[in-house]
């Protein structure tokens, strides 16, 4: 045991270490050419809080990997577990929250102050905000707390009558107690009557837990659901509406100037905008206009990033041209593949969550098979999916940003992400995952049996009073599954056609 203690410590080390040099290398890479050499506060959180939100999803399968150190004793109590995987749990997962409620909202109200002020006005600013929000988060965290802050466990209450020990036992199915006509030690012939609840105060930090994990599973069975379908749809369609062909210098030359009388008028619209910023005309008709000009702007550089790929220039326009034609096959490939775990997902959380009893442990049992051809292919493959909900939580935002007006847009682009369109994902990312640990702990409750995780996320949540019958009549996953059906249903109607360049743009009056 204590080989296998050590190497789980070590690998968790590592794991700690590459994460950290994964999330700089994106932050590097991603970072728009103004941040550079500037905004250091802002890009520490985001490198902060990536980490956090993928070591929280790495560490379920620590805490499967954990649990074998007991695997040979009778009881887990019976010996002493490598890591402190619940004290951890509730340290990430408070670090979480206060990045999500705190930290993020400064770093953001900070970057997008008035560059005009100093940057001591900009940091009063921004603590205002944010300590006005830590009060109000306090007093309502407070009186929940108070209030309905307690665990209603339904128990059992079992009894036996006493004997001498005798020389042989005679119990069967028809008397399994002691004593003649005595059925209240089985609990599958008690009656009715003798189940009762048991009340008892949550600590305050798993009750903080619980709250933003509800606030989390609100955005994740939406953005989930609508992205578990458009992730790997939107990879196959785009192989749809690729362009065939490369286009003639004519009809190059006349797109070309389309797009930039677009961008002119654009670049006008978005001048007025910010005259009517300074001048605090900040109402609900600017907002909708600046959300118009984000749209039509994120439509022109598609657009003009598919005139580069259909006129492509220079002396190795041609090898251009075959890496675009491999991109898109590329595509193909990755949405297919995505598509089969997508219907995975879905048919494992109609048998396994839904449906009451489950027919299989389906996923549950592939990953114990795929753990005894090889120790850590299980993990490996559990870690996938977590990860691959997390995706989808991403382009479901995406997707829904670009079609309604109350979601801001804050697209992640290679070499052109300002840092408070990495804030404001880094953000969405920590509020989803502890939806995704406690969902993926609760799908795959079979395979994380025995779990500090599961005695967290599966017993003391799904209690809580006025929140466990969210779980208990399976509001989250029913949404889930309906929105990833309207989504596949969109896609179908209306996903394989060509977007059109749109038309000349006016600001609403």
Request: glycine fraction near 6%; proline fraction near 3%.
């Amino acid at each position: 045991m204590g080989d296998f203690n050590l190497a789980l410590v070590i690998v968790a080390i590592v794991v700690c270490i590459i994460v950290f040099i994964f999330n700089v290398y994106l932050l590097v890479n991603y970072q728009h050419p103004d941040d550079k050499n500037q905004a250091y506060f802002p890009k520490f959180v985001v490198v902060l809080g990536l980490s956090i939100a993928l070591i929280s999803i790495l560490m379920l399968p620590a805490d499967v990997a954990n649990r074998q150190a007991c695997r040979h004793a009778i009881y887990n109590g019976a010996c002493s577990l490598t890591l402190p995987m619940k004290d951890l749990w509730i340290a990430v997962y408070i670090i979480d929250a206060v990045l999500v409620f705190f930290v993020i909202p400064f770093a953001m109200f900070y970057y997008e102050g008035d560059q005009d002020k100093s940057v001591g006005q900009r940091i009063k600013s921004a603590l205002l905000w944010v300590i006005t929000t830590a009060i109000v988060c306090g007093l309502l965290l407070g009186i929940l707390y108070g209030l309905v802050g307690k665990v209603d466990f339904t128990v059992m209450h079992l009894s036996s009558t006493t004997t001498n020990f005798p020389s042989t036992w005679d119990f069967s199915s028809g008397q399994p107690c002691i004593g003649s006509g005595a059925r209240q030690c089985s609990a599958y012939l008690a009656s009715p009557s003798s189940e009762k609840t048991w009340t008892m105060r949550s600590t305050f930090p798993e009750y903080v837990v619980a709250l933003a994990t509800i606030v989390g599973s609100v955005l994740f069975a939406i953005f989930g659901g609508v992205g578990i379908a458009c992730l790997p749809l939107g990879l196959i369609f785009s192989f749809i509406r690729r362009p065939k062909a490369v286009i003639t210098r004519s009809q190059y030359i006349k797109e070309a100037t389309e797009l930039g009388k677009k961008a002119k008028e654009l670049k006008k619209a978005a001048d007025a905008l910010h005259q009517e910023e300074r001048s605090g005309s900040k109402g609900r008709k600017w907002r909708k206009n600046v959300k118009a000009v984000e749209k039509e702007l994120l439509q022109l550089e598609e657009d003009v990033k598919l005139l580069e790929e259909m006129y492509p220039q220079g002396e190795k326009a041609e090898t251009a041209w075959a890496l675009t034609v491999l991109g898109y096959l590329a595509k193909l490939v990755l949405g297919i593949l995505g598509l089969i775990v997508s219907v995975a997902w879905v048919a494992h959380i109609v048998i396994y969550l839904l449906i009451d009893p489950p027919l299989s442990p389906f996923l549950n049992e592939v990953f114990i098979k795929l753990d005894d051809i090889w120790g850590l292919l299980g993990t490996v493959a559990f870690a996938f999916f977590c990860f691959y909900l997390l995706l989808a939580v991403i382009a479901g935002a995406m997707m829904l940003g670009l079609r309604l007006v109350f979601i801001t847009i804050h697209p992640m682009k290679w070499g052109a992400t300002l840092m408070n369109s990495f804030l404001f994902n880094v953000a969405l990312i920590l509020l989803c995952s502890i939806s995704v640990i406690q969902f993926c702990a609760t799908a795959f409750g079979y395979y994380a049996q025995a779990t500090a995780a599961q005695e967290i996320f599966g017993h003391t949540l799904q209690s809580l009073r006025g929140i466990k019958y969210l779980y208990k009549y399976n509001v989250f996953q029913i949404a889930f599954i309906v929105l990833a059906g309207l989504t596949f249903v969109y896609y179908a109607a209306f996903g394989w056609r060509r977007k059109k360049p749109s038309g000349r743009f006016q600001l609403s009056s």
